[in-house]
């Protein structure tokens, strides 16, 4: 699976909510509390995520860190027992860091606007422009461009990490 992303750090969450919330071609989806533990790995990233109301997903993924909109490359595995396969990968490969947020997404056309506020780091909104069998990688590109303009005034400095390496930086000092 794939999809082109970019992240940003937000100076004013509240105002950008609200203009979401009543934007005509931007649909609110739902609020959750999600909890992304990730482990020690050979090759790009594995997270273990529980949020409520839903299925655990261990996600594997690949992306650069870079401050523009980047390719990210995941395959999501759903699982009933989360608690037991977080127990088994901590044993294995080692718990790295946990972050903790709670997570309002939003949806423009094939772009998922995801309004965090990450626990220890502040607000954020990450935008993923998914790429499918309705929409190749440069109709995604040109739907993210497009949220990225209508956000424009919004949008402070991209974010080139995971909230996991902003935690791990923080930690270090």
């Known amino acids: 699976m794939e999809n082109i992303e970019i992240k940003y750090r937000l100076a004013e969450p509240e105002k950008t909510k609200r203009f979401l919330q009543q934007h005509s071609d931007i649909e609110p989806i739902w609020i959750k509390s999600q909890k992304d533990s990730y482990y020690h790995c050979n090759t790009g990233r594995l997270k273990l995520r529980?949020?409520?109301g839903s299925a655990g997903q261990l996600i594997s993924y690949q992306r650069p860190d870079a401050n523009e909109s980047r390719i990210s490359q995941y395959e999501?595995?759903?699982?009933?027992t989360?608690?037991?396969?977080?127990?088994?990968?901590s044993n294995s490969l080692g718990l790295k860091v946990v972050v903790?947020?709670?997570r309002?997404?939003?949806l423009y056309y094939n772009v998922r606007i995801h309004l965090d506020r990450v626990e220890g780091l502040g607000s954020f909104l990450e935008l993923e422009s998914v790429?499918?069998?309705e929409v190749?990688?440069?109709a995604a590109e040109v739907n993210l461009q497009k949220i990225q303009?209508?956000?424009?005034g919004l949008l402070s400095e991209p974010v080139p990490g995971s909230y996991a390496d902003l935690l791990l930086k923080q930690e270090k000092g």
């Open 104 to 106: 309002q997404l939003f």
């Open 149 to 152: 303009k209508i956000l424009n």
């Open 82 to 89: 989360p608690d037991s396969l977080n127990t088994v990968l």
């Open 136 to 138: 190749n990688r440069e």
């Open 100 to 102: 903790q947020k709670v």
């Open 131 to 133: 790429v499918n069998k």
């Open 76 to 80: 999501i595995f759903s699982t009933h």
């Open 50 to 52: 529980e949020e409520t």
